[in-house]
């Protein structure tokens, strides 16, 4: 069973509209999540980072929450633009593992 | 800077074939991974580095190798291509920190697709 599972797999909104994405990990002990955007054709990019004492960060309009004792992070996107159409992964890293735990992604795509 | 280059873009490769998928960085992390992506089953780890001269298996190792003798090169070798390696490559980097801390992010490169025929 994966680590890390994201929900939507993929959903389409309107362009200046708001949604939000959701990832559940097991992954213990719990050190890290990050959140990458992949752009279509390209290599993933952190968009955020959280640590176990932080539940919201955010990076211009995009925010992470994180609530580590339910073990969830959310995205919330904010008036999206066409240019947020990617895959948003969530990657969570355990204590004294250098591997990664990965999502497979939400697929978001912007229509005008 | 050019951070990660991976080559080649793409290659379209008979069955059976040796293959060669190169990554080279500048910016000196110890650690390098490669992973492939295909549809439906998100990033999976092949082989990884933890600094030059070592080298170790991730999820999904069989029909693949890796050599780190430098520690701006870490090649992934397909000795005999086989279609279901056909997927989307990606070499990634960490620069040295704790394990598991928050300086672990992984930086990736443009990622290599390869089809086998």
């Known amino acids: 069973k994966n680590q890390v599972e994201q929900s939507p797999q993929s959903l389409i909104i309107l362009e200046g509209k708001n949604c939000t994405l959701q990832c559940n990990y097991t992954v213990s002990p719990f050190s890290n999540l990050r959140w990458y955007k992949q752009d279509t054709g390209r290599g993933p990019v952190s968009l955020t980072i959280?640590?176990?004492?932080?539940n919201t960060k955010s990076n211009g309009r995009y925010t992470a929450t994180l609530d580590a004792d339910t073990k969830q992070s959310s995205l919330h996107i904010t008036a999206s633009q066409l240019s947020d159409s990617a895959s948003y992964i969530c990657?969570?890293?355990?204590?004294?593992?250098?591997?990664?735990?990965f999502g497979k992604g939400n697929q978001v795509v912007v229509i005008p | 800077i050019a951070g990660i280059t991976q080559a080649p873009t793409s290659q379209i490769l008979a069955a059976g074939r040796r293959m060669t998928l190169r990554c080279t960085q500048d910016?000196?992390?110890?650690?390098m991974y490669w992973y492939r992506q295909d549809l439906g089953l998100g990033l999976r780890l092949i082989h990884y580095?933890?600094?030059?001269?070592?080298?170790g298996k991730g999820e999904v190792p069989d029909g693949y190798s890796v050599s780190r003798a430098n520690t701006d090169d870490f090649p992934l070798t397909l000795a005999s291509a086989v279609p279901s390696q056909t997927s989307v490559y990606f070499c990634?980097?960490?620069?040295?920190?704790?394990?598991?801390?928050?300086?672990?992010?992984?930086?990736f490169g443009p990622g290599t697709r390869l089809t086998v025929l």
């Open positions: 990657v969570v890293s355990a204590y004294g593992n250098n591997r990664l735990a």
């Open positions: 959280m640590t176990f004492s932080e």
């Open positions: 580095s933890n600094t030059a001269g070592t080298t």
């Open positions: 910016m000196r992390h110890n650690a």
């Open positions: 990634a980097t960490r620069a040295k920190g704790l394990a598991g801390g928050p300086s672990n992010e992984q930086f």
